[in-house]
């Protein structure tokens, strides 16, 4: 069937401006996103050179089943084979978790990497070389960064060393006294900085590096007057790694008197406070399989957490919790579980994180330790089961800072909170989803509330609800229904298909912004590129979809004339619809001309059909 194609004023159709801010903004974020991207070509030649069964069953126990390979899934805990291989696509995907994606989402998720440290590793393992412009830093920044790790490396054997030593014994008589075990202190990389003010500059000098260079990597300090010493002294050394198992700072205890009782290293090119956790290297894969991270505050809480089992714990690093720290966790789980002391203290940075935590979209409960007691004093005098028996009782992240909320806030600050977490959250959508439990919890009028988000100018994020109906609307509108993912479920095996229907303006009938927000993805990437720009549920969506390819390519050509049929009756019936309301703003002006003229239009239309 052919579809007429009728020209009509721009004038006639009032599109909200919000949706070209949303679209606009979306451009932006995504032509930056492009910009910083390693090169495609790059990314598909690593995909070709390296064969992902091999790979995969470097970690997995694969056995093949026709022309597939399964085994059980490295990421949640099972002995069943739901996980599955796809070499002849180069996908992976597990039946039970949805774990899904390609080689190099395997060896991000498995290593607990961000996806350009992954590229960057496959590419040494598949022999690509990587030119400047395609690794993510400057090769002037590159060079600092090198020095840096190099610089750090050597400091964390200096600090081992000297745990071992005579002058290490009061920090090992200190982790006896902890009750910390060999095995804990071997996994952590322990160490240990004696009372000296030049013991490990002078051990890098021997080494052919300046004083300058261990201030800049964050080893060193500087006086007004330029002299130079060891930033730790008479400390316990804890080591920081990213995830990739490099050191980039440390934190020192001291023992004994002394204050901060605390330090770390200051801020350089490999680190920043607010992006690492500490524990986090250690506990990526337990991580990775128990799908929940317990997140605490404290060095020593983390180790004694591992010691007792719980081995999916990590720490902020004397800083609240940050944005950044979350998405890193996201790329693990979603889930985290906040353990806080039980006083006010931790009762508020408890409730910070909380914020954080639900506004970038993840799961959160909380857990508040007795008063007096920590993790690490609660599973010394307690055991195992303490932490257990809290961890069963752990309240939800909204509940708690709803009653948190309701208790210490004044009627106008308990509006004022409303509107600030409503306004914090990464995805309008959810809005849908938290208004009516926040609304009902804190005594709010939900129109009262919808209407405080839409005096707010000047954010971008208006929100464009007013009533009942439109919030029943909205709400329908968060999770894709099943015609959205049978045209998605086409595009994605049928690329080629992709500009034929963007040519009609598919965008517009897409019923979810989920659906949309994958739709914008497939068609600014391409195939190699798409998957890095996923989240977890678009990826395992997009394999899945990818595993019906052959069933569907039988009948692909009636299927997309289904769907440029499904696309012209849409587009006639929103053409008229505008049509009419342009009528009726004519008829009450009395311009009898432009009546005429959109009449005929219409008419036009409704022959068309």
């Known amino acids: 069937m052919s579809i007429t194609t009728l020209t009509v004023p721009r004038s006639l159709f009032p599109v909200p401006c919000s949706l070209f801010t949303d679209h606009c903004s979306l451009i932006t974020v995504h032509c930056s996103l492009f910009m910083s991207m390693i090169d495609a070509r790059v990314i598909a030649e690593i995909k070709e050179r390296i064969d992902i069964v091999e790979l995969i069953g470097r970690y997995v126990n694969l056995r093949p089943v026709g022309t597939r390979w399964v085994g059980p899934c490295p990421f949640h805990q099972e002995t069943k084979p739901s996980f599955s291989v796809n070499p002849d696509q180069g996908f992976f995907y597990c039946f039970g978790c949805q774990a899904a994606g390609d080689v190099i989402h395997f060896y991000q998720k498995i290593n607990g990497l961000e996806f350009k440290e992954a590229v960057i590793e496959l590419a040494q393992i598949a022999g690509v070389r990587l030119t400047q412009s395609q690794v993510p830093f400057k090769q002037k920044d590159k060079g600092k960064r090198r020095l840096c790790l190099d610089l750090n490396s050597l400091a964390y054997s200096y600090f081992k060393d000297k745990l071992r030593s005579q002058k290490g014994k009061i920090a090992r008589d200190y982790l006896l006294q902890r009750k910390i075990s060999q095995d804990m202190i071997q996994k952590f990389g322990l160490g240990f900085s004696p009372d000296e003010w030049h013991g490990l500059e002078n051990h890098l000098k021997s080494l052919g590096y300046t004083p300058q260079q261990g201030v800049d990597a964050g080893l060193l300090s500087q006086n007004d007057k330029g002299h130079t010493y060891d930033r730790f002294r008479g400390r316990l050394i804890f080591p920081i790694f990213n995830l990739s198992g490099q050191v980039v700072a440390f934190g020192g205890r001291v023992i004994g008197d002394g204050d901060p009782k605390y330090l770390n290293s200051s801020e350089t090119p490999i680190y920043k406070k607010g992006e690492h956790l500490y524990g986090l290297y250690q506990a990526r894969r337990s991580i990775s399989q128990k799908h929940e991270v317990l997140l605490t505050e404290g060095y020593v809480d983390v180790i004694v957490l591992h010691q007792y089992g719980f081995t999916n714990s990590c720490a902020v690093l004397g800083t609240a919790l940050t944005g950044t720290q979350v998405r890193r966790l996201g790329g693990l789980t979603s889930s985290i579980v906040l ?36 993790a690490d004093s609660l599973l010394t005098k307690f055991g195992q089961k303490s932490l257990v028996e809290l961890l069963s009782k752990a309240r939800d992240g909204l509940d708690f800072c709803l009653a948190m909320i309701s208790l210490h806030k004044s009627p106008k600050e308990v509006l004022t909170w409303a509107r600030g977490f409503l306004l914090s959250l ?92 994958l739709w914008e993805k497939l068609i600014r990437y391409d195939s190699d590129q798409v998957l890095s720009r996923l989240d977890e549920e678009q990826k395992a969506f997009f394999v899945r979809s990818k595993l019906q390819q052959k069933d569907l390519a039988d009948n692909k050509g009636a299927r997309l004339q289904e769907y440029m049929d499904f696309l012209g009756r849409e587009n006639r019936k929103m053409t008229q619809k505008n049509l009419k309301m342009a009528l009726t703003r004519a008829q009450k002006k009395g311009d009898q001309q432009e009546v005429r003229r959109i009449l005929t239009l219409l008419q036009e239309t409704i022959f068309s059909s």
């Open 339 to 374: 353990l806080f002391d039980g006083d006010e203290a931790g009762a508020k940075a408890a409730l910070r994180s909380t914020q954080m935590v639900l506004s970038q979209g993840l799961k959160c409960k909380v857990v508040q330790f007795p008063p007096g007691e920590d």
């Open 426 to 517: 990464r995805d309008i959508s959810w809005r849908a989803y938290y208004i009516p439990r926040i609304a009902q919890t804190l005594g709010l009028s939900e129109q009262e509330l919808r209407q405080s988000l839409e005096e707010v100018r000047g954010t971008g994020r208006q929100v464009q609800v007013s009533d009942a109906g439109q919030n029943q609307r909205l709400s329908l509108r968060v999770g894709p229904d099943s015609r959205d993912k049978e045209i998605l479920t086409f595009v994605i095996c049928f690329p080629e298909y992709i500009p034929v229907l963007a040519e009609k303006n598919i965008a517009l009938y897409l019923r979810s912004d989920w659906a949309r927000d």
